[in-house]
């Protein structure tokens, strides 16, 4: 095969493809969730160690946090007087040595054996004349090398090591460059918006020359993910779309041309836009489903009253819900605001048109009241109910 390979072709290939990987490091992995080549590329590192930027033992200065690099020298244990375990490590890097303290955590004797290259983050302090760090974050780096260092998820009880992790996830995208990833965002959007390809960002995100460099990557791959979802509500939406079916709502009664004639100002062009979208949904004979989205002001009440009006005036009813008693409360009295005035137009009534029925149901509407709008929700006599989780109750 020589097309390029896809995250889906990663996802194929077992982790045991890779050299390393036996039956014991399989069961590690599987442990944390990795069981392919996918899962593996796509982890990422919770952060890197900027070596052109490591303090080293020399410069620190007693209560301030700093960032070191450092070889352990020698690891003890011991039992205090209150039955308390406290580690202690020494560590050193060329330009002197330190001690680290860790309390409560005797497991650290296993993990840091002497030879052990480590990053240390913490604050120091002087003890006896000399520096020392007392339960500072530990990430395990063996002998990675490079100006940025990647530092990944780490498990003491699968007994993965970072550097473990940096060497399968280089071994496979090494083994992806013949055939080169696959990118499925065209290179002409890829330069509109200023977005690096795929197989530049999984390589950079994990072997990045500079910390630009994994920013760039971290943008793009975070594009990706938002990709994937965003296609799958859409695959989604579609299957409904087929599936579903709807009200094909009339569009072509009076009842919305009447509230829009009864506004005081015209609708704004984003308003007109989006109200022929959703009359395009409404007419259509599947289930709508959509967003709409707007700043405080920009006028997305008058769109849903538009929206549950082109209901009505087919014969249906229209609910709009809100989180809050006092939001419902709120909605209810600026909807009867709007549509003051505004009647239905009814064959069936003797004058032409009959009132517009608007209510609000609520955990406050109780009594005589409730069960009036509860029964004119039932007989359809009530048009637009507004009210919270109520309604769907």
Not at 148 to 157: A, G
Not at 164 to 183: K, N, P, Q, S, Y
Request: aromatic share 4%.
């Amino acid at each position: 095969m020589s097309a390029p390979i896809t995250l889906r072709d990663l996802s194929e290939i077992p982790v045991e493809r890779l050299r390393g990987v036996g039956p014991k490091k399989q069961a590690s992995l599987a442990n944390v969730g990795i069981t392919d080549l996918f899962d593996l590329v796509t982890t990422y590192p919770r952060r890197w160690v900027d070596r052109t930027n490591e303090a080293r033992i020399a410069d620190l200065v007693p209560g301030e946090e700093a960032l070191v690099l450092v070889t352990v020298r020698r690891v003890t244990k011991r039992t205090t007087r209150n039955r308390r375990t406290m580690v202690n490590v020494n560590v050193g890097d060329g330009s002197g040595r330190m001690d680290i303290v860790f309390f409560n955590q005797p497991w650290r004797e296993r993990q840091l054996s002497e030879g052990l290259n480590i990053a240390l983050f913490g604050k120091a302090d002087t003890y006896r004349g000399g520096l020392q760090m007392s339960n500072p974050v530990v990430d395990l780096i063996g002998d990675r090398t490079g100006r940025i260092v990647p530092i990944y998820p780490q498990s003491e009880k699968a007994q993965i090591n970072t550097w473990e992790m940096a060497a399968w996830i280089e071994e496979a995208l090494r083994r992806c460059e013949e055939r080169g990833i696959a990118d499925p965002v065209p290179g002409a959007v890829l330069g509109e918006l200023s977005m690096i390809d795929r197989a530049t960002a999984l390589r950079t995100i994990h072997l990045p020359d500079d910390i630009r460099q994994k920013e760039l990557a971290r943008r793009r791959l975070a594009f990706d993910e938002l990709l994937r979802v965003q296609l799958l509500l859409v695959a989604r939406k579609r299957t409904l779309e087929r599936e579903q079916r709807g009200i094909a709502h009339a569009l072509d009664g009076e009842l919305v041309d009447r509230f829009r004639n009864s506004l005081p100002y015209p609708l704004t062009g984003a308003q007109e836009r989006v109200i022929a979208e959703i009359d395009a949904d409404l007419g259509a004979g599947h289930p709508m489903h959509r967003l709409l989205q707007g700043d405080v002001g920009a006028g997305k009440t008058v769109v849903a009253v538009a929206t549950m009006l082109a209901a009505v005036q087919g014969g249906h009813q229209g609910a709009l819900m809100a989180p809050t008693e006092v939001l419902a409360e709120q909605h209810a009295a600026g909807v009867r605001d709007l549509l003051g005035g505004i009647v239905v137009p009814d064959d069936a009534n003797l004058f032409g048109d009959r009132p517009l029925r608007v209510e609000l149901l609520t955990n406050r509407v109780t009594g005589p009241e409730r069960r009036d709008v509860l029964a004119g929700l039932a007989d359809g006599s009530v048009d637009l109910v507004i009210g919270t989780h109520a309604l769907i109750q």
